[in-house]
């Protein structure tokens, strides 16, 4: 079945609570959770077993590969998290930021910016 873009697709063993937003063409993978309070945008991407806590906003154009975004973090538009990446609570991304495998981000990045590490850095 071709999927459009207004569809949002939600695959078996996700947990979704009541109160989130997803834009159009987002795509919540198997054995996701996506916590009350959470704002996702369009065209994103959660892979099998990512976290979206509580309160956290999530742009445009974002693909999240087996990660973590603790609560209140705010991430722009065409992020990319590397596996197993970990984003700190109340934390800002900006747009195109890149995270490498593992990175656990513990201050705001700028746009355009590739981080790598623990702590990450530039």
Known sequence: MPIDKKTRLILKNSSIYIGETFGEGTVICAG????PGAKIG???IINTKSNVDH???????Y???????????YI????????HSVVFPSLHVGAWA???AGAVVTKNVKPNTTVVGIPARA
């Open 32 to 35: 996701s959770i996506v916590q």
């Open 63 to 73: 693909y999240i590969s087996v990660a973590h975004l603790e609560g209140g973090a």
């Open 76 to 83: 722009d538009e065409s992020v990319l998290l590397g596996l």
């Open 98 to 100: 890149t995270f490498g």
């Open 42 to 44: 369009s065209q994103v």
């Open 55 to 61: 309160y956290t906003s999530v742009g445009d154009y």
